[in-house]
């Protein structure tokens, strides 16, 4: 008895010390803009895409994840009841829309238990099919790696995708069908903004990145010859290519490059070998356009400087912007935000209010259709996993996708000439999950400016909206993106299910700054009116509180990536709001990050943002950075997540504000910085670890709300639901 209370009493010192929360190394740094001088002592841990991360740095970020595992050891439980939950959802096999060759069928399938993806050959009349590329036998044993199918040849001969490798390379390979054979095309390939095909072929069209990673040039490389040329190079810093694409028909090579307000299209004709590329209409400020083709001419789909989306016809042999004649303008409550060019029709994606409706435009008729679809608050897609549905021109079919908070995808096929719509089946219908149980509702919540922000509320059919909920607050307001629960896969609806299932509340702020209602609604959330989108959630969340939906002590917040400025701002300046807050690769060093050219993506988002050179715009975005205006007072509870290969958001922004925060605030409340080592922005490319990284973190969430693990430790153990997680690691029990 007495040897066990001294081992007890000998414990408590190591186990304090291993609660001790890590500190970073500081040294000195003064930056200098303006005459105005900023410390900063974690400047440090900067490390540019495509160099080693300092063994500092490493070091840090490894005994931060050890930390958050010490932190959250209490939860296992719950982490692994939520694990079991998502993953009982997920269906056994995912899988692409089918690019139709013949009697052959290709598409990517996720098979349920794998972590990668393969692509699948399919033989309509032998019944039979066969695995072209199995990524899981070519991803590394360990280490960062991604995979991305781009498509096939004109002739259906040859296969593109590319990997992305331990040294955050990205290659391009190309795959004979026939045979098999893989060989390997080009490395720092800007995959990500597709590939182009000659009509025979015989040539491939892709982008390259620069030393920033930003994609610079195209390249036209021969597959016969294996020689390659670049064709184009974007020379504005400002620009960065944005596609390299076929047009439907095939005839024409499109290279668009774009900044945040203005854009420029490069078009070759590939029925002639001896054309050149010729500027489609230059890029002119507050003017952005895309290009696709008719029968009667050219399509385009312009912003002008009054932020009015138009569709547009133009002669094949007169393209610049003086022989565009308007075909289609939404009404003024209306957005246009996506579009597809048939031979003669036009399919449309068109918000309406903020709800998107799907249309056809008859370019004969110039007459407008509009389609039924029967689901509450849902998204419309003409495209999934990267890649387009609709690859026949001259059908007059096409298909779309709609999602709904409560489904992962509906397909749909129309044919226009019978004017039939026809629901071709649940896309990746989840198991164990009825639709039916959930409920959808909108909010419409005045912002102190007199502008009504639509709230989205998820929840459990039956749940009492009068009374008082947990209730975890979603938004985003950037870049004009309308922002979904599919945003990312922390918010997918397998993941979300378990919080509803526990009377927990999911809400979404469509705040300006986003795209819900188009360029004027993007507008009132950027540059020098940027602190709207802060003061929109601020809003919102007061308004739930008011209602009596969820009070501070039961709300939590989420955001990532540019949304990451809006769990600083909030952090820092209204830190009693929320109980607990979440940031996935959060963008938070915003003066540093905007004045250094150095980091890929600056200069083309000073139109987002504001440049901090110009001196209106410094003081702005200085009043507002999270990192600048850590302050010594009170936290929420703040779990902080990152990846060390995210190009868009360094790792070591996220690292340094987590340095700085510990240092300065005066509660002692979570602060967690969870690093995935093998990650990118995107978070884990591996599809099994995103189910138990959103396990990780509902868990925390979950329990700074009060809600803790339903089942016993023992019953769990004997269910072997999932292995021991937490950001980045695996480790089998």
Known sequence: MISSLIFILMTIPLLAQAQMPPQAPQMPYTHNLHGDLRLDPYYWML??????????????????????????????????????????????LRHTVSIIAGDKEYFVEQVKNLPYVRVREYDRLSKKGRILIDANLRAFDGGHYEFQFLGLSPTKKLLAFSETNRQDTVELYIQNIETEEIRKIDSDVASHIGIAWSQDGEKLFYAKSNELFRAQRVIAHSLISSSSEVIFSEVDAEFELESVSNSLDGRYLFIESASNDSSETHYLDLRNTNSRLKVFQKRTSGLTYSVQVSQGGFLVMATDENSAETIYQAPFDQTDLTHWKPLYRPKSNEVLSDYVALKEHVALIVRRRGQP??????????????????????????????????HDYAHSRFQFIVRSFTSNGMTYSYDIKNQRQILEGEKDALENFTASDYRITRLSVPARDGIKIPVSLIYRKGLDLKKTHPLILNAYGAY????????????????????LDRNVIIAIAHVRGGGEFGEPWHEQGMVLTKKTTFFDVIDVARELTRRN???????AFRSLSAGGLIVGFIANNEPSLFKAMVGYMPFVDLINS?????????????????????????????????????????????????????????????????????????????????TNMQGSHDGGANFTSQFEESAFDYAWILTKLGINCERTEKGLQESRLSPHIYSGHIHNN
């Open 594 to 674: 905007m004045s250094d050219e150095k980091i890929p993506l600056t200069t083309q988002e000073w139109q987002e943002w504001g440049n901090p050179h110009a001196h209106e715009h410094y003081n702005y975005m200085k009043s507002y950075c999270p990192y600048t205006n850590i302050g010594a007072h009170e936290y929420p509870h703040m779990l902080i997540k990152t990846a060390l290969f995210d190009k868009q958001v360094l790792v070591h922004e996220p690292a340094k504000f987590v340095a700085k925060l510990r240092t300065t605030k005066t509660d002692s409340n979570d602060l967690l910085l969870s």
């Open 47 to 92: 490390t540019y895409p495509g160099s080693p991360h300092p063994q500092e740095l490493i070091e840090y970020l490894t005994s931060e994840n050890n930390y958050a595992v010490q932190k959250t050891a209490s939860q296992t439980c719950l982490r692994r009841e939520l694990y079991r939950e998502m993953i009982d959802k997920v269906p056994a």
């Open 549 to 555: 939906i969820s009070q501070p002590s039961k709300m």
């Open 357 to 390: 409706e799907v249309r056809v435009l008859h370019l004969r008729t110039n007459k407008i259709q509009t389609l039924e679809i029967e689901l509450p608050y849902f998204e419309v897609e003409f495209g999934e996993w990267g890649m387009p549905l609709n």
């Open 480 to 499: 004009g993106d309308p922002f979904f629960l599919n945003y990312h896969h922390s918010y997918s609806v397998e993941t979300a299910a378990p919080m």
